[in-house]
């Protein structure tokens, strides 16, 4: 049986990025494929079960460290180093080479997933959440004419992306042609879970508290929008003290604590407790290539509203204002547009319905079918590819 490696810096972040590696691992072994998950730190399975709500394992595991250290920058410093490091090793004839995240490296592997704006184009764009300095630019430059040396002599992988938002990114910044696939949301209940039979004016934001992703707005739009309460359902590592530092100073300095509540590292039981009985899902990062999480909301009848840029308004609601969503460029537009949901029950409803109708068509079922398709062909055009070779070379296929 033809192996598959599946490579990701780590799983225990907990993020969109390793939704999607482990998806893609239970789409592969649903196949009937063994799979080996090559990490560069040991992944803490109950992390990740806590995170996500269901057990996925690979046939068999591989790590390069126990821990990452915790310093935010040198560990950022080692996983750039490493992660291509790792992708040359693990190149083998006999197995298709799957990389879960294209964000940092997009070749040196049969197929490519790319997550977010790439780290060598990320200086180019504001609110990467990357530090703006001549030195931080410069080591992009130099981090990207790098991996251009070690992607001599490397063939072309199957670039796969997220969005048509990213699909633009990556072939007028970076010269690649990629194909669409949304990555794989889990499709949750439609009614409260809480007992509540009516929801509350409540608009919930789930995001990773870091820096980039904009979340200073929330307490600025809560104090304008005083009839709605607002919960930040955050994950956080050791890059996240600033970002929670400065929203609980801005929360008090706008005397907005009794309306704004920020619940940190829950488990996934939790956050779809919150979203069952919530209104509104706001979502505040101008450069997010998707937002599963917006995604998420939607089937459990949550109104989006998006900044006006990226895949969240692209994809997700399609360019249009109103159908699946609404859509801001500015917090007092987005205040406004809060404002006039929660006031509104007909207008919430209606939005809600077609919302909750449109996230189906990204769960996950639809990601494992396009990724089985995809590796089965890959795989042909191996298997014909070494079956000329070999009988030119008079030597035995790697696999039948």
């Known amino acids: 049986m033809l192996s598959i490696i599946v490579v990701h810096p780590s799983l225990n972040r907990v993020g969109g990025a390793e939704r ?28 990740v079960d806590r995170g ?19 310093n935010n920058l040198l560990q950022s410093f080692l996983i ?31 197929i490519s997933y790319v997550n977010a704006i790439p780290m060598r184009i990320a200086h180019r764009f504001s609110q990467s959440g990357l530090p703006d300095s001549f030195l931080w630019r410069l080591a992009y430059v130099t981090y990207d ?31 690649l042609d990629s194909k669409v ?22 608009v919930v934001t789930v995001s990773r508290l870091r820096p980039g992703k904009n979340l200073g707005i929330i307490p600025q739009i809560a104090k304008i929008v005083q009839e709605a309460d607002f919960t930040i359902v955050g994950t956080t590592d050791k890059s996240s003290d600033e970002t929670v530092s400065r929203l609980l100073q801005s929360i008090r300095a706008l005397r907005v604590g009794d309306r704004v509540k920020l619940l940190l590292n829950q488990p996934y039981d939790k956050i779809s407790e919150v979203l069952s009985s919530a209104t509104v899902f706001l979502h505040t990062q101008k450069t997010e290539a998707f937002g599963m999480a917006i995604v998420e909301a939607m089937s459990w009848g949550c ?33 406004t547009t809060i404002g006039s949901i929660v006031a509104n029950e007909e207008l919430r409803k209606q939005v809600s319905v077609r919302a909750k109708k449109h996230a189906k068509d990204f769960q996950d079922l ?14 042909e055009r191996k298997r014909l590819s070494y079956s000329r070779k070999s009988k030119a070379q008079g030597s035995h296929i790697p696999w039948s």
């Open 181 to 202: 696939i949304y990555p794989p949301v889990k499709i949750c209940g439609t009614e409260p879970r809480s007992g509540q039979t009516q929801r509350r004016n409540l």
């Open 80 to 110: 750039s180093l490493l992660f291509p490091l790792m992708l040359l090793k693990a190149r083998s004839r006999s197995c298709i080479l799957v990389n879960t995240y294209g964000d940092l490296v997009e070749s040196i592997a049969d």
């Open 52 to 70: 996500f709500g269901q057990r996925i394992r690979p046939t068999r595991e591989q790590h390069l460290v126990e821990r990452l250290p915790e």
């Open 366 to 379: 639809q990601f494992d079918y396009q990724m089985q398709k995809i590796i089965e062909a890959l795989i």
């Open 303 to 335: 109104v989006p509203v998006v900044p006006r840029a990226g895949g969240p308004w692209h994809d997700i609601l399609g360019g249009t204002q109103g159908k699946y969503g609404y859509a801001y460029e500015n917090l007092e537009e987005a205040a």
């Open 145 to 175: 004419v790098w991996l251009k040396l070690i992607e001599r002599n490397q063939n072309s992988p199957i670039v796969l992306t997220n969005s048509t938002f990213m699909q633009s990114i990556l072939k007028n910044l970076c010269g």
């Open 20 to 47: 999607v590696c482990l998806e893609f691992i239970k789409a592969l072994k649903e196949k009937g494929y063994n799979v080996t998950l090559v990490t560069i730190e040991r992944t803490q399975w109950y992390l």
